[in-house]
């Protein structure tokens, strides 16, 4: 099986975007969450997107970006398993990571971190480029899209690198984060979720803050670019 056709595979089965990294690309991965220590045999780290609806920056309330983040989170991970069960069929290994988890705590930097981190290789996979808001930025769809990573023993060919910044001196971000948890090397991960993720006024857990993903210029991307509306309140 080649790119293509892994490529192919994957879009038969509804990923919005793919991309590839060999696993060269990951000599930076920190020490526990490198593909390797996942899969000793992983030779290709493949990386599938869906794309988040803009629609919920609209509104007043964050019900329906948690909706769709559950609902992207369970589909990615049913796709994933998917691909990898008719790899298996031909004898190739390919195992999925988990879209949201589960997570396991870094003690070395007291930080939740997924087995292999989607972002990181999503941008050495060249679907997009990390910003200063720690969010992938993709060239079609913005930071609105939703990752899942697949390691893979076969040997394919790498995408290439998507070179743009797009950040460059922007720091709308950084200043709009309410608890001020952007703009050091790392984002303060638990003051971040503490204040972004939780229960109100007694309701049932949600996401309530996603500021660094609205106030981006680059948030909805060349398709999406005729969704951005003007909140009413």
């Known amino acids: 099986m080649n790119a293509k056709e892994v490529k192919e595979r994957l879009y038969n089965l509804e990923a919005d975007l793919c991309g590839i990294a060999s696993i060269d690309r990951f000599l930076g991965a920190p020490e526990g969450y490198h593909p390797l220590d996942v899969l000793p045999t992983c030779k290709s780290v493949i990386v599938i997107a869906k794309r988040f609806l803009a629609g919920t920056l609209c509104c007043n309330t964050t019900v329906p970006y948690t909706i769709v983040r559950n609902i992207l989170s369970d589909r990615m991970d049913k796709i994933a398993v998917q691909f990898c069960t008719d790899l298996e069929k031909q004898g190739i290994i390919a195992v999925p990571t988990g879209t949201i988890g589960p997570t396991e705590f870094d003690k070395s930097t007291q930080r939740y971190r997924n087995i292999v981190s989607a972002k990181h290789s999503a941008q050495l996979a060249g679907l997009g480029v990390i910003g200063k808001n720690t969010l992938l930025i993709t060239p079609e769809f913005g930071n609105m899209v939703w990752l899942s990573v697949i390691l893979t023993e076969i040997e394919l060919k790498a ?56 106030i981006c210029p680059y948030c909805y991307g060349k398709i999406n670019s005729n969704m951005k509306r003007k909140k009413m309140s």
Not at 164 to 192: H, R, Y
Request: charged fraction near 30%.
């Open 159 to 214: 995408d290439k690198l998507i070179e743009n910044s797009f950040c460059n001196d922007c720091n709308l971000c950084v200043n709009a984060c309410p608890v001020q948890a952007l703009g050091e090397t790392e984002m303060k991960q638990l003051t971040c979720w503490e204040y972004a993720f939780g229960r109100e006024d007694g309701g049932e857990w949600k996401i309530k803050c996603h500021r660094c993903r609205d």
